[in-house]
């Protein structure tokens, strides 16, 4: 039952009545339930098929490097990998969000320079853009984390960042030592986030403008960046103006 309204209480202190409405949410809990169960069923689904989809196509980019081949057959090759890394990266999403809600997304921390792990973040992420990134800040900030999954965030955050300025081509990456915290920031020129949608950026399977999205995506990166992010005692946050551009942030304490 979803309760709206508010308690009236005696001068002592001891609730009187409440005013308001009550609402059955039994429905919606449970469309929900299926919505998570049917994404955890049709995932699994997928996983097989693409994975030996993935090994196939990973033999046939070892022969079209050591046999002849046509320039036709190197150019499907390159097509179909190319599609495939894509569908690798949404089922991975789907993936990892079943693992959260079923509280299995284990964590394997080590400790290491997030400085590193960023300028290498950005280096891998650079040949496939015309965006050109900047990192600026500190040479170094020690934490102890994992680091694949700290490296989502970030290429989350990167890619976001390139997806959502198709004008404007410049990115800063900003290193700080905040207090305790290490504190990454990402900032794009493009799009900007509508104020009054910043509240649910982070929401599962939210989308601004889902319906008109000229973009491509599950609206699912934010949500699971968030949840790595906290499970490491750090924060995660957006500052953004409309139509100028969007600074995504987080913070991981520093181990000493
Ligand atoms: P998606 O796969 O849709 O990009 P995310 O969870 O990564 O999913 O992001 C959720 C939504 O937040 C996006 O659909 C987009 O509307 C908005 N968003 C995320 N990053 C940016 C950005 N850098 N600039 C503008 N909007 C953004």
């Known amino acids: 039952v979803r309760a709206k309204g508010k308690v009236i209480f005696e001068a002592e202190g001891k609730p009187k009545r409440f005013s308001g409405t009550l609402q059955d949410v039994t429905d919606e809990y449970e469309v929900e339930r299926r919505k998570d169960e049917f994404i955890s069923v049709a995932s699994h689904e997928l996983k097989t098929p693409i994975t030996s989809l993935n090994a196939s196509l990973q033999i046939l980019q070892k022969l079209v490097k050591t046999e002849q081949v046509t320039d036709k057959f190197k150019m499907f090759t390159a097509k179909a990998a190319n599609n495939l890394s894509k569908l690798v990266h949404l089922l991975d999403d789907l993936l990892n969000v079943t693992k959260i809600q079923q509280g299995q997304l284990a964590l394997s921390k080590n400790r290491f320079n997030l400085?590193?792990?960023?300028?290498?973040?950005?280096?891998?992420?650079?040949?496939?853009?015309?965006?050109?990134?900047?990192?600026?800040?500190?040479?170094?900030?020690?934490?102890?984390?994992?680091?694949?999954?700290?490296?989502?965030?970030?290429?989350?955050?990167?890619?976001?960042?390139?997806?959502?300025?198709?004008?404007?081509?410049?990115?800063?990456?900003?290193?700080?030592?905040?207090?305790?915290?290490?504190?990454?920031?990402?900032?794009?020129?493009?799009?900007?986030?509508?104020?009054?949608?910043?509240?649910?950026?982070?929401?599962?399977?939210?989308?601004?403008?889902?319906?008109?999205?000229?973009?491509?995506?599950?609206?699912?990166?934010?949500?699971?960046?968030?949840?790595?992010?906290?499970?490491?005692?750090?924060?995660?946050?957006?500052?953004?103006?409309?139509?100028?551009?969007?600074?995504?942030?987080?913070?991981?304490?520093?181990?000493?």
């Open 115 to 256: 400085v590193e792990l960023v300028k290498d973040s950005c280096e891998h992420i650079s040949p496939g853009s015309d965006h050109e990134i900047a990192v600026t800040g500190v040479d170094e900030l020690m934490v102890y984390a994992d680091y694949r999954r700290v490296d989502q965030v970030i290429v989350n955050f990167l890619s976001n960042a390139i997806k959502y300025s198709p004008q404007s081509k410049n990115i800063d990456v900003i290193l700080e030592q905040e207090g305790s915290n290490a504190k990454v920031t990402v900032c794009d020129y493009g799009i900007g986030i509508n104020p009054e949608k910043l509240p649910h950026l982070f929401d599962r399977y939210y989308r601004v403008d889902a319906l008109g999205h000229q973009f491509s995506g599950l609206g699912l990166g934010l949500y699971i960046s968030a949840d790595i992010i906290k499970r490491h005692d750090g924060n995660i946050g957006v500052d953004s103006q409309w139509g100028e551009g969007s600074q995504f942030w987080f913070t991981l304490p520093i181990d000493q």
